[in-house]
């Protein structure tokens, strides 16, 4: 016989994960979760030796998540200690200065060195990542804009995120998105939507907007060489209004780069014969 009695939900099983961050020296790695685990900001640079652990417990919808954070020294210094850390990871921080632009040409040289760590069957697909475009408060000395953060992390299927350890602004809603992402990953049996699938734009956009936005002159934005034809010169501009047209793409930054593209054209159309 069937009871009416309704059946005692089961609570879902804690769940225990590993965290590291990763970044430049000075970024504001260890402040960003002092800030979130402590509430609290110091401003006097203490450099972390090696790695620093710590560990604590979020609640994330009906899970309880034991957080094992392992806090890296960003110091090239430190690479013999850090590099046995990289394993079993679910999570990663990381974290660059908007004033500084070495600390974000550098993200691609720490995911380099997390791979080879891991090996050649480690796999990066699994890991949750989260990119901190820390220290918004200098904003006098901003020089990594947010839409620049924003392509090099979504093109390759990172949460992006703006923050100040100093104000606290972003860090909350941070590191909740950044578990979230983690426990859905894990409930998912460990798969994370690929970069190509995730995105919302391609590879060819993501990449346009970075070459035109590095390009020194107008020739070298619509693509062509000095002194190209008229012809060149709109034939070039097509291809790229096609590929950039803010009706059509939705990439961090590509109005901008639509924009300079349309004023590239008619500067250069404006002095060929
Ligand atoms: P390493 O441990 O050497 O790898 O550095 P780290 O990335 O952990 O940097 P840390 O958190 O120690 O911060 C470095 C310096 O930047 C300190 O003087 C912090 O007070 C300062 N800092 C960190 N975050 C912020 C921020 O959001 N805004 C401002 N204005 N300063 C910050
Ligand atoms: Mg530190």
Redesign the pocket.
């Known amino acids: 016989m069937e009871s009416n009695v309704p059946k005692r939900k089961e609570p879902a099983k804690s769940l225990r994960i590993k965290v590291i961050?990763m970044?430049?020296?000075?970024?504001?790695?260890?402040?960003?979760?002092?800030?979130y685990c402590e509430k609290r900001?110091?401003?006097?640079?203490?450099?972390?030796i090696g790695i620093?652990y710590g560990v604590t417990k979020v609640q994330v919808r009906d899970r309880e998540i034991k957080v094992n954070i392992f806090?890296?020294?960003?110091?090239p210094f430190?690479f013999e200690v850090r590099n046995e850390f990289y394993k079993d990871t679910q999570g990663v921080i990381l974290?660059y200065?908007v004033g500084q632009k070495d600390s974000f040409d550098a993200l691609d040289s720490w995911l380099a060195e997390m791979k080879q760590e891991l090996g050649p069957h480690g796999n990066m697909d699994n890991i949750v990542f989260v990119v901190c475009a820390?220290?918004?408060?200098?904003s006098k000395h901003r020089c990594i804009d947010e839409s620049e953060g924003r392509l090099w992390a979504e093109s390759k299927g990172f949460l992006y995120f703006e923050?100040?350890?100093?104000?606290g602004e972003g860090i909350n809603e941070m590191f909740q998105t950044f578990y979230l992402s983690i426990v859905d990953l894990c409930e998912n049996g460990g798969k994370r939507p690929t970069a190509s699938s995730s995105a919302s734009f391609t590879k060819e956009q993501a990449d346009t907007i970075r070459r035109i936005r590095n390009s020194k002159d107008s020739w070298e934005m619509l693509g062509v060489r000095p002194g190209a034809s008229r012809e060149e010169v709109n034939k070039a501009y097509r291809k790229l209004a096609v590929l950039l047209h803010p009706d059509k793409c939705v990439a961090p930054g590509s109005e901008d780069a639509f924009k300079a593209v349309v004023n590239a054209r008619t500067a250069l159309l404006k002095n060929i014969k």
């Open positions: 961050s970044g430049n020296a000075e970024v504001g790695k260890s402040c960003i979760i002092k800030r900001f110091v401003s006097k640079y203490l450099a972390t620093d806090d890296m020294a960003g110091h430190f974290v200065d820390n220290k918004i408060d200098c923050t100040s350890a100093q104000t």
